[in-house]
């Protein structure tokens, strides 16, 4: 029922985006959302709002002391359509989200068209910082990253990466995985 909701409002269903704008509402008003579909309202929310959506979501994440409620809010951060809150998401990514899940709304916005060409641009300026996750997550953040924030721009991602293999062995295997995926998609888009 959750995956079902959030992507029928991705597709466009009206009924969909007003049944979870709905529900969120309520929740600003502190009214209970079934744990069921929290995430595609939280999704839908980020996706159709704003900036004072995103407001929630941070207030709701410092606040939350349950776990999943924090991981559904973080999934929702990767979900908004506007440049905003999308710029907002990514600071806060480095700012303010613990450690072990920096990686999550990152992978999410690798899925989300709006974020993309935000990805590879945030990824450069903030190279350092991300170097710091954990060598795992920061695989998960390279492998989600450059496949796709790389098709608008190949040949800068391809020297990027030849350049920062000569400079460290950091994340030598997941980085050419994520090149010859990049090529893939790169193939795939010529061929349409």
């Known amino acids: 029922r959750e ?8 597709i466009g269903s009206e009924a969909a985006a007003d049944f979870a704008r709905k529900q969120f509402t309520g929740l600003m ?3 209970a959302v079934h744990p069921d579909i929290m995430k595609s309202v939280l999704q839908i929310a980020a996706f159709t709002g704003d900036q004072q959506t995103f407001a929630y979501l941070d207030e709701r994440f410092v606040q939350s ?10 999934v929702a951060l990767g979900c908004f359509k506007e440049k905003e809150p999308l710029e907002n998401a ?13 990686f999550v709304p990152v992978v999410v916005m690798a ?12 990824y450069v300026s903030n190279l350092e910082q991300i170097e710091q996750f954990h060598p795992m997550l920061y695989e998960r953040v390279v492998a989600s990253i450059v496949p796709v924030a790389g098709l608008d721009r190949p040949q800068a991602v391809k020297d990027f ?27 795939l888009r010529a061929a349409k």
């Open 3 to 10: 995956q079902l909701i959030w992507h029928a409002a991705l």
């Open 29 to 31: 008003q502190g009214r």
């Open 65 to 74: 002391q349950v776990e999943h409620e924090r991981m559904n809010i973080l």
């Open 90 to 102: 990514l600071q806060y990514i480095l700012d303010s989200v613990p450690a072990r899940n920096k």
């Open 111 to 122: 899925a989300n068209p709006y974020a993309i060409p935000l990805l590879w641009d945030w």
């Open 161 to 187: 990466f030849k350049d920062y293999m000569q400079k460290t062995d950091k994340a030598t295997d997941v980085i050419k995985l994520s090149l010859e995926r990049l090529e893939i998609n790169l193939r």
